[in-house]
């Protein structure tokens, strides 16, 4: 079993849905990332959250500790939001090894 | 944009050649990273770097080595490529570790033929 689980792994959606990502995971955290990579590659950190909810824009990042889950909400979702999501965390051993999940591949048709 | 460069951004070489690829940043950032992302496996750590000349090993880190003799320079060698590090290959940067927001450069694609 991975480490870092995110579910769909891919999704389809209609312009304007509301989006949620899910990511579990295993281990202890000191911090969990959602990360966004475009097609053609560049991988962009949207969200870094060790408690809580952030907000920025249309994009909303909960996690729950207790339940080592994290969602990457996406409102009003737009063609410019079809993307790999990447969850990852950072285990509280002390290293610094992120692990990954394996993306999300989001398609909003228009 | 954090200023972040990666080169070559593309490379084909043969096996058993040796391969550098070069990671180089304007952040004056204590951490720098090398990972590699493959179909099915995400992004994996090779190695990072806490320091000048202080780095240390990932998950993926044989047959990789690394050298940081600058902040600013982050290189990853491949001593003797094979088949199974054609990859993209990724480095990052942040300012306090991977507990903080991690920066990531364009990426280098490399196939080993």
């Known amino acids: 079993k991975n480490e870092v689980e995110q579910s769909p792994q891919n999704l389809t959606a209609q312009e304007g849905e509301f989006i949620t990502i899910n990511c579990s995971y295993s281990v202890g955290i000191s911090a969990l990332h959602w990360l966004q990579q475009h097609p053609g590659g560049g991988i962009v950190s949207l969200f870094m959250?060790?408690?809580g909810k952030k907000k920025h824009g249309r994009l909303i990042a909960t996690i729950n500790i207790q339940e080592k889950h994290s969602s990457l909400h996406i409102t009003a979702s737009h063609p410019r939001d079809s993307a790999v999501y990447i969850c990852?965390?950072?285990?509280?051993?002390?290293?610094?090894?992120?692990?990954f999940g394996t993306g999300t591949r989001l398609t909003i048709i228009p | 944009d954090a200023g972040i460069t990666q080169s070559p951004r593309h490379k084909v070489t043969e096996t058993g050649t040796p391969v550098t690829l070069r990671c180089h940043q304007t952040e004056n950032h204590r951490y720098m990273y090398w990972y590699r992302q493959d179909p099915g496996h995400g992004l994996r750590l090779i190695h990072y770097?806490?320091?000048?000349?202080?780095?240390d090993k990932g998950e993926v880190s044989d047959g990789y080595s690394v050298s940081r003799s600058k902040t600013e320079d982050f290189l990853l060698t491949l001593e003797s490529a094979t088949s199974s590090q054609t990859s993209v290959y990724f480095c990052a940067i942040s300012k306090r570790g991977s507990s903080y927001e991690q920066y990531f450069g364009p990426g280098t694609r490399l196939t080993v033929t």
């Open positions: 990852a965390v950072t285990s509280n051993f002390g290293n610094e090894k992120l692990t």
């Open positions: 959250l060790s408690s």
């Open positions: 770097s806490y320091g000048v000349k202080d780095t």
